[in-house]
């Protein structure tokens, strides 16, 4: 069965400053992975996704993602941090075709001005 | 474009109770979903409906939660009866296709607390 892993429960990062987000995963076949947002009493923002192709994903907000198949990671970046960005993040992953999408626990990103 | 629609927002009962949460989903998406989120957890798929059909509901917990989607549209999810530890979020999502590649796109849930 797939799963994924986000290690931080907590990041850290003063505005202006890179950020990364982990997610490490597993599948038994080709995953389709995804990145979704959380704000306090909304629902899931779809932020980005890979399926197939370039390794390197660009999506909403200046986020972006880079497909580790090696490492089976797919981390979340962005070049400079804005305070708006202080959320929940989680990395979803699906094993193919048609199967259930699998979160992570959700790793929160707090942007310090 | 409207979002996926939920109510209520916030439901409290007391356990033993029975309550239902009610979706809309974006129009035109066949498909759609009903999740749990656990307080420090992430969401866990309960029932997966394409048009009215159930295409996976093996975490459903089938004694005591119930889910429809009658006319393909509307969907309800009931509790009866209610449990401590059904005490959560409940998010409703709807996609444009069951496709492993169709993003999912949520509504704002309902909050559940069990006392």
């Known amino acids: 069965a797939q799963s994924v892993a986000q290690p931080e429960d907590q990041v850290n990062v003063a505005e202006g400053n890179p950020l990364t987000v982990k997610c490490t995963y597993s599948?038994?076949?080709?995953?389709?992975l995804f990145w979704y947002v959380q704000y306090p009493n909304r629902g899931l923002q779809f932020l980005l996704k890979?399926?197939?192709?370039?390794?390197l994903v660009k999506g909403s907000y200046g986020f972006e993602a880079e497909f580790n198949k090696s490492q089976t990671s797919f981390h979340l970046k962005k070049p400079s941090a804005l305070v708006s960005d202080s959320a929940l993040y989680f990395c979803?992953?699906?094993?193919?075709?048609?199967?259930?999408?699998?979160f992570g626990k959700g790793t929160r990103l707090s942007v310090i001005a | 474009e409207a979002g996926v629609a939920q109510s209520p927002r916030y439901k409290i009962i007391e356990k033993r109770q029975s309550v239902a949460f009610w979706c809309n989903p974006i129009?035109?998406?066949?498909?759609l979903y009903w999740y749990q989120q656990i307080l420090g957890q992430g969401p866990k798929l309960l029932i997966q409906?394409?048009?009215?059909?159930?295409?996976?509901d093996s975490q459903l917990p089938k004694d005591r939660f119930s889910a429809e989607r009658l006319k393909g549209v509307d969907s309800t999810l009931k509790i009866q009866p209610a449990k401590l530890e059904d005490s959560a979020v409940y998010l409703c999502?709807?996609?444009?296709?069951?496709?492993?590649?169709?993003?999912?796109?949520f509504g704002p849930g309902t909050r559940l607390t069990v006392l």
């Open positions: 979803a992953v699906r094993d193919g075709g048609n199967t259930p999408l699998v």
């Open positions: 599948v038994s076949g080709n995953p389709y």
């Open positions: 890979y399926i197939t192709g370039d390794n």
């Open positions: 129009s035109g998406h066949a498909t």
């Open positions: 409906f394409q048009n009215n059909g159930v295409v996976d």
């Open positions: 999502a709807s996609a444009i296709a069951a496709s492993g590649v169709s993003e999912q796109f």
